[in-house]
């Protein structure tokens, strides 16, 4: 009983986190090439176990063809983590919406929806975390706008750093 309580005071309530991204296109499927690259800015709070509802915002600038474009956007997603004694792996998944101040990519459209998917780890310091991650970044509309359903897939690393409550 001990044992159980004091794994579950090792695991935080809430997390609030700050970095940067950087994402490259991982694959074509738009004839185009993208690159983003900005800030992401998270919070989770644990709902059960090491699993932990997610929210986070992101900013991104979109290098493309054409005109370069800002992304905004949101997901809502899980994050889960396990506590080791030095680093806290994760994985996560997470979907939102996002709008940017012109298509991307070029031939796409500004409002579009978002999956995240990706893990990496956070090395607590103290109250805090240096957090490190891989992540899959999707930007699509889904067909919206009928057959003209261009995509970006990349492939990226975050760093920042996390507060834990």
């Known amino acids: 009983m001990l044992g159980a309580a004091t794994a579950e005071a ?3 309530n809430w997390h609030v986190d700050g970095g940067v991204a950087a994402f490259v296109e991982s ?15 998270g919070v989770d709070r644990r709902v ?12 991104l600038r979109v290098s493309q063809a054409g005109r370069d474009a800002w ?3 949101f997901t809502i997603g899980v994050r889960n983590r396990w506590q080791r004694r030095r680093v806290a792996p ?21 409002f ?9 780890i956070e090395i607590p310091l103290g109250r805090a975390s240096l957090d490190l ?3 899959w970044f999707h930007v699509s509309n889904n067909g919206r706008e009928g057959n003209r359903n261009p995509d970006i897939q990349t492939l990226g690393l975050t760093i920042g750093m996390g507060f834990i409550r």
């Open 10 to 12: 090792q695991t935080p």
């Open 27 to 41: 694959w074509d499927v738009n004839d185009a090439r993208e690159s983003l690259a900005g800030v992401v800015a």
């Open 48 to 59: 059960w176990k090491a699993l932990a509802v997610r929210t986070e915002a992101v900013v």
């Open 71 to 73: 992304l905004r956007g």
């Open 90 to 110: 994760f994985v996560e998944l997470a979907a939102g919406l996002s709008d940017s101040t012109r298509p991307v990519p070029p031939s796409g459209t500004a």
């Open 112 to 120: 579009n929806f978002l999956i995240a998917s990706g893990g990496g």
């Open 133 to 135: 991650g891989a992540r």
